[in-house]
Every structure is written in structure tokens, then in C-alpha cells.
């Protein structure tokens, strides 16, 4: 069953199409896969006069043939909508013959401006295998289209109002080490973003960033700021490849440190031959781990409890720990924080549980990069929920099997890059 719809022109208007473009015809088709259903497909020509320009130098150029093309555009209403058109092809006499690029849609892309638009959104925010099902395409176009626009978005990045950087490292099971470069919120308002991300550790990708820093106008000297974890691997090469930053150790990874502390000692006595220590301790590593805040009524009590309980060294490390994140929340001057840390290093380095000492030993060490978080305020926070971004990301890039993709995914999801406006459709 074939109906024609006899108003194209309202089409041509509701699309937003001017000269030399209109709706030629409209049609309303069975679908070929599934003929249960059923689709709409708009005809677009041009009107064939004169000439069109040469999409690479811009100049009119002869228009020597055509060709036809479709794109998927968005549903009207349950029905799937596609485009079709001839696109002129021109003969410039420098570039020879080119297809002329069409408002609605670039070339390189089966969808439309608008249908891109929408898919991305929705890529933002859901698993690409569950857009791919939502709108019945095959993911790996919609990975195509978000590699497009991600190459697209960073071949436009602009570097030289970056005065502050992170950096941190991601594994993944201890292999395939992948290092973030991020920048912090700027003064002009510009959000916390990733700006590079490239496989390996350590120094490598430091001088690899440090040269994209430079190719997209950043400028070294500007950079005042490095926040990173206390891990020498990429802090040297960093201070080399930014000489006028000052470093602050991350505090996300400072209490995180005191954290695994926490657990490992947990863990150790969970092993050990106390049956009171295991009895107190089971079912009780959440407790631990999350905010006190974050626990229910229940938890709380329970962990008041086990606070209560003095023979566990797991407690006397998570009052530890919560003295360290009290250096951080309530420090309000530099002076008072290295009073507080300063002690808190003294009592960890003379505790008599070892793991605590080691952490004693590790602080002191790097007390003067901890402490310089009181005068920069500078953070990784974007990387903070990094590991519970890393596994969404994980899960909307299917796994890191697809490194190429699994990137792609990181600066789609954390480098504030613009979303393309359609503007036409
Ligand atoms: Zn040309």
C-alpha cells in the first residue's frame, strides 16, 4: 500500500528547508525488514539551476551529476523516518568532483543533524547497546557516530586558559594502565574536564600530554596547579613538564589511602584466631567503608557498637581515618591544618598497629604536598567518583576491550565537549 501525501510543501517548510532544497514527494512505505510496519520517507531534490559550491574551497562550481542518498531522520510519531535526496555532485576545477555538503546532514553520517543530536543525548545517558535496542540500529553505528563527533569535539579543544591540572592513573584487574589529564574549573567559568587520556603510565604519558598540551595552545608556564596521587611515577615528570606548578597530593587519595587501611587491617583480623574479633567484625565491612552519613539507622547503631569495642585495631584505624578527614573538613588556614596533620602524622608513626606506622611514614614524607591542598583548594574531584564513573563508562563502552572505544567514552562522558546544535530539521 503506497499513499502519496499531496501537501510537500508543508513538509518542506516544517523541515526548514530553503532554495534550492524542497520536498518532492512523501510517501508512507511498509518497512522492507519488518513489514508489519510501517515508514515514512520524504523525497528532497534540488531545483537544478546554476551552480553549487565545492565543498572544499567553497568557490561555484559546475554541477557535473548526483547521487542519491538517505539518512534516518527522527520518528514522526511511531514511524521510522528517512530522508532521501539527490545531492549534486560539482566539478571544481581545483578539486575535481566532489558531493556538495546537504544542511541537514554531514556527509560522512547516515543520520541527520537532528537525528545525531538526539542519539547523543541519549548516548550521554544510556549504555549504547541500549540506545542501539531503543532505535533499532546496529551499536556499531552509534559508535561510529560518537567517534565522529568525539575526533570532531577534540580536533577544536583549546588549551591556553588552563592554569591547573590532575592527573591519575586507572587499571584495570592491574593491567592496562590508562592515565587521565584533566583540567580544573578555570575562572571564566569553564567546568572541571578530561582533556587527554592515553594507555600507559608513569612519565611516557606525561611527555605525550605535555606535547598535545602545547599543540592546542596550551602555554607550561601558565599552569600554577598539579594535583596528582603520591606516586612519583607521574609527579617528577609533571613538575618537569610544568616548572612554575606547585603539586598538591590529591586528598581523595589521601583519605582513600587511610581507607585501604582500614580494610586491610579489617581483613587481617577477620583471619586472625580471635573468635570475639570475628564475631564482632563479620558482615561489618561496609560499615567501614562507606560515610557515616551515608549508613542507615541500623548501621549507624551498629557501628557505634563496634566503635565501642576497644580490643579491635579496626576501630582504632577508622577513628584514624576519620581524624584525618576532619584535618580536611575542618582545617579553615593552612596553619591549623599543619598543626592537625602534624600530630596526626606524629600519633600514626608511633601506633602499634604497622600498618598504620607505614602510613605514618608515607604522610610525613609527603606533608609538604598534602598540606599544599590548604592554600590551592585544588582537587581531583572530577576524578574523585572517577572509579564509579570508570565502571559506568565500562558498562556503557561494553567492557575495556575496545580500548579505542572505551577512551572515546571517557571524553564523552567527562570532557565537557559541546554537543552539536542542529539547527536545520
Ligand atoms: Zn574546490
Redesign the pocket.
Known amino acids: 500500500m503506497t499513499s502519496n501525501f499531496p501537501h510537500t510543501d508543508i513538509f518542506t517548510v516544517a523541515l526548514g528547508l530553503e532554495s534550492p532544497w524542497v520536498v518532492t514527494n512523501v510517501e508512507m512505505l511498509p518497512s522492507e525488514k519488518n513489514p508489519e510496519k510501517m515508514e515514512v520517507h520524504i523525497h528532497v531534490d534540488y531545483d537544478g539551476q546554476g551552480s553549487y559550491c ?6 561555484e ?1 559546475p554541477i557535473y551529476d548526483s547521487r542519491e542518498k538517505v539518512w534516518r531522520h527522527l520518528n514522526f510519531f511511531q514511524y521510522r523516518c528517512y530522508i532521501h535526496a539527490r545531492v549534486p555532485r ?1 566539478n ?4 575535481g568532483v ?1 558531493l556538495v555538503e546537504v544542511p541537514w546532514a554531514r556527509s560522512s553520517s547516515g543520520f541527520t543533524l537532528l537525528m545525531e543530536a538526539v542519539l547523543l543525548t541519549m548516548l550521554q545517558q544510556m549504555p549504547v547497546s541500549q540506545v542501539a535496542y531503543q532505535v533499532g540500529e546496529h551499536d556499531t553505528r552509534l559508535w561510529r557516530l560518537i567517534h565522529l563527533y568525539v575526533d570532531e569535539a577534540l580536533s577544536k579543544q583549546d588549551f591556553s586558559e588552563v592554569d591547573a591540572i590532575g592527573v591519575d592513573e586507572y587499571s584495570h584487574k592491574g593491567h592496562n594502565y590508562l592515565s587521565v589529564f584533566l583540567a580544573h574549573p578555570q575562572k571564566d567559568g569553564k567546568k572541571a574536564r578530561v582533556l587527554f587520556t592515553v594507555e600507559g603510565k608513569g612519565k611516557q604519558p606525561v611527555q605525550e600530554f605535555v606535547e598535545v598540551f602545547e599543540a592546542k595552545a596550551g602555554k607550561v608556564d601558565k599552569v600554577a596547579d598539579i594535583t596528582s596521587d603520591m606516586c612519583h611515577g607521574y609527579r617528577n615528570a609533571m613538575l618537569e613538564g610544568f616548572p612554575k606548578a606547585r603539586l598538591t597530593v590529591d586528598r581523595f587519595h589521601v583519605v582513600k589511602m587511610m581507607g585501604d587501611a582500614v580494610d586491610t587491617i579489617r581483613r587481617r583480623e577477620m583471619r586472625s584466631k580471635d573468635r570475639s574479633k570475628i564475631r564482632s567484625l563479620e558482615g561489618s565491612r561496609y560499615l567501614w567503608l562507606k560515610n557515616k552519613e551515608n549508613l542507615t539507622a541500623e548501621q549507624q547503631k551498629q557501628l557505634e557498637l563496634l566503635l565501642s569495642t576497644e580490643h579491635l585495631d579496626t576501630t582504632i584505624a577508622y577513628n584514624q581515618k576519620l581524624k584525618l578527614q576532619g584535618v580536611y573538613e575542618d582545617c579553615i588556614d593552612y596553619e591549623s591544618a599543619v598543626e592537625a596533620f602534624e600530630s596526626l602524622c606524629l600519633e600514626l608513626s608511633n601506633s602499634s598497629i604497622s600498618e598504620l606506622r607505614r602510613i605514618g611514614k608515607s604522610f610525613t614524607r609527603n606533608a609538604l604536598e598534602i598540606l599544599n591542598y590548604f592554600e590551592s583548594k585544588k582537587t581531583n574531584a572530577l576524578l574523585e567518583g572517577f572509579n564509579s564513573m570508570i565502571s559506568l563508562i565500562k558498562h556503557r563502552a561494553r567492557g575495556f576491550k575496545n580500548m579505542k572505544n572505551f577512551m572515546a567514552m571517557i571524553y564523552f562522558v567527562c570532557g565537557e565537549l559541546e554537543l552539536p546544535k542542529a539547527t536545520i530539521m
Request: aromatic share 0%.
Open positions: 565545492c565543498p572544499q574551497c567553497g568557490l562550481s560539482t571544481c576545477e581545483k578539486h566532489k
